[in-house]
T-cell receptor, first 114, second 111 residues
Framework: EAGVAQSPRYKIIEKRQSVAFWCNPISGHATLYWYQQILGQGPKLLIQFQNNGVVDDSQLPKDRFSAERLKGVDSTLKIQPAKLEDSAVYLC????????????FGEGSRLTVL | DQQVKQNSPSLSVQEGRISILNCDYTNSMFDYFLWYKKYPAEGPTFLISISSIKDKNEDGRFTVFLNKSAKHLSLHIVPSQPGDSAVYFCAASGPGNQFYFGTGTSLTVIP
């Protein structure tokens, strides 16, 4: 079974530029998550999708972050314009169902904003 | 609002001894708990989980204990091996299928 795929692995941009991250979850996983992990902290949920609908985006900074999951499969997370504090690893994860479905993570996309 | 807390940022143990990692949570609606292991430059990988209907779950060298009344869980690794050196995250989820993570404990197993 293929894992969660993410790209790019690394991205360096200057502040006020834009960036987009892509994620393809495990086949058959209806729920997809984007997490932000700042160095020294635990993953923080940005947005949760169930199929192509948003379940929770309460912690997504909507003035600069946007995410979509067209057709209920892969997803993109965009930041525009980026700020220095957006430097983090952006993790995509997917799961089958609660309560016995664990979260499967991709390798993450590391963003550095200069 | 940190719903899942890991109060020990780091832990060092000798190879062959027991490693005990602790985690506390505040939300009584959480009913599923997980531990993840993370190596540098990799995504977290699932290690072991426990449902709220149980108080213990074992998988080889790894055992997770859940104390619902204290809202506390712990991960025991016996015996600890150098390859276990990593950051361990505790996570909890509830009916909304949302997963909340602690800040992690960095375990170092000394050969």
């Amino acid at each position: 079974e293929a894992g969660v795929a993410q790209s790019p692995r690394y991205k360096i941009i200057e502040k006020r530029q834009s960036v987009a991250f892509w994620c393809n979850p495990i086949s058959g996983h209806a729920t997809l998550y984007w997490y932000q992990q700042i160095l020294g902290q635990g993953p923080k949920l940005l947005i949760q999708f169930q199929n192509n609908g948003v379940v929770d985006d309460s912690q997504l900074p909507k003035d600069r972050f946007s995410a979509e999951r067209l057709k209920g499969v892969d997803s993109t997370l965009k930041i525009q314009p980026a700020k220095l504090e957006d430097s983090a690893v952006y993790l995509c994860a997917s799961t089958r169902e609660h309560p016995t479905g664990e979260l499967f993570f991709g390798e993450g996309s590391r963003l550095t904003v200069l | 609002d940190q719903q899942v807390k890991q109060n020990s940022p780091s832990l060092s143990v000798q190879e062959g001894r027991i490693s005990i990692l602790n985690c506390d949570y505040t939300n009584s609606m959480f009913d599923y708990f997980l531990w993840y292991k993370k190596y540098p430059a990799e995504g977290p990988t699932f290690l072991i989980s426990i449902s709220s209907i149980k108080d213990k779950n074992e998988d080889g060298r790894f055992t997770v204990f859940l104390n619902k009344s204290a809202k506390h869980l712990s991960l025991h690794i016996v015996p600890s091996q150098p390859g276990d050196s990593a950051v361990y995250f505790c996570a909890a989820s509830g009916p909304g299928n949302q997963f909340y993570f602690g800040t992690g404990t960095s375990l170092t197993v000394i050969p």
